[in-house]
Each structure stands twice: as C-alpha cells, then as structure tokens.
C-alpha cells in the first residue's frame, strides 16, 4: 500500500525567507504528484501536478520538484510572505486513487 | 463558476440517524471521490467512481455507501451515524489523474 509521508508536520519562518516542504512516498509507481494548498476550514486548492515523467515545476514563487526513484519530493517556496500561512499537503496518484500525506502546517511570521 | 459543490456544508446529527451528502461537479469529470479528513489522519479515501454506473471502496468504507447518480452527481451516504463519523467530508473530481479539484467540504458532527 502506498505511504505518503511529510516532514516537519509543522513549520514556522520569518517572512522573507526561503524554504523547502519535503514529502515522501513508498512506492514508485505513481502517475503523478501533486501539491495542495488549505486554509483552515476551507477545502484544498491545487498548487501544482508533476508527471512521473517530470522533474519539477514551477509557478510563480513555487517550485516542486519529483525524483520518483527516491520517492521524494520537494515544494520550495521562495521569499515567503504571511499570506503563504496555511496547511501544504501532497498527494500521488498510483491505481485509481489519491493518496494524501498528513500535511505541513506553514505559518510566515510578519 | 467551475468546480466542485458539495451540499450541506455543516450538519449536526445524533447517533443512529441517516444523512445524504451531496456532491455535484460541473467539469465533465470522469472520477470522483470522497475523502474523509480527520485530525492527524490527513484525507483518507471512503469511496471513488472512476467513471459513471461504477463505484469501489476506498481505505475506509465501513458505515458508508455511495452512489453515482449520473455524471455530475456522486452522493454519500450515512445508514446509521455513529460518533466515530464525526469528521470533515470533502468531495473530489478529477479527468483520470489530472489535477484534483475539491469541494467546500462539510462539516459533520455526531451526537
């Protein structure tokens, strides 16, 4: 079964700074990954999809990137603002499903 | 606007009652999904309908069925609520495994 890992569960950083979120997955055999963004008491909203044929992308700020071999993946977040502040989760797709990890709770301090 | 809707965004139950949760998506997605979220658990799967008049069980089905009404429409459903349902529910649509898009989510608590 597919294991979706995200280390630190929580982070807190001065704004301004650069940092990076890491998720990792036990299975290599996956279509894709892709990155939320949640608010608290809001649904998930897509930040960004990587193929498995992919090595990262980018949009705007934020970059992610894949090494499906390593099941590891990175989203960088660069110069931080407070309105970054939210829970980042992952999610692999492999079969016909989604698998989320625990999320990484974000807060920029101004 | 595009996306996924889902009805009702808060419920309160008591033990032992039936609810429907309504899910509804407007982009022609094939799949569709609903997740629980629970504190420390992140989303796990309940149930998913890779394409309409099809449905299986996710990790964790027990206490709930579903059915696909049509395209558009995936409902869950509770028979008989117990405390331990008591949880965020999100719906999710997707065109095989191209970008998921979710709902609101609703907000259920059992008495």
């Known amino acids: 079964k597919q294991e979706v890992t995200q280390i630190p569960a929580a982070l807190s950083v001065p704004e301004g700074e650069n940092l990076v979120l890491n998720c990792s997955f036990t299975?290599?055999?996956?279509?894709?990954l892709q990155w939320f963004r949640q608010d608290p008491g809001k649904g998930l909203t897509s930040l960004l999809l990587?193929?498995?044929?992919?090595r990262e992308q980018t949009s705007g700020r934020l970059n992610a990137s894949l090494d499906k071999s390593s099941g590891r993946s990175t989203l960088y977040i660069a110069a931080s603002q407070p309105g970054d502040s939210a829970t980042y989760l992952c999610?692999?797709?492999?079969?016909?499903?989604?698998?989320f990890g625990t999320g990484t709770s974000l807060t920029v301090i101004p | 606007n595009a996306g996924v809707t889902q009805t009702p965004k808060f419920q309160v139950l008591k033990t032992g009652q039936s609810m429907t949760l309504q899910c509804a998506q407007d982009?022609?997605?094939?799949?569709m999904y609903w997740y629980r979220q629970d504190p420390g658990m992140g989303l796990r799967l309940i149930y998913y309908?890779?394409?309409?008049?099809?449905?299986d069980k996710g990790e964790v089905p027990n206490g709930y069925n579903v059915s696909r009404l049509n395209k558009r429409e995936f409902s869950l459903r509770l028979e008989s609520a117990a405390p331990s349902q008591t949880s965020v529910y999100f719906c999710?649509?997707?065109?095989?495994?191209?970008?998921?898009?979710f709902g609101a989510g609703t907000r259920l608590s059992v008495l």
């Open positions: 309908s890779a394409s309409e008049g099809t449905t």
């Open positions: 999710a649509s997707s065109e095989g495994h191209m970008s998921s898009r």
């Open positions: 982009m022609n997605h094939n799949s």
């Open positions: 299975d290599s055999a996956i279509y894709n």
């Open positions: 999610a692999v797709s492999a079969g016909n499903q989604f698998y």
């Open positions: 990587i193929q498995s044929s992919q």
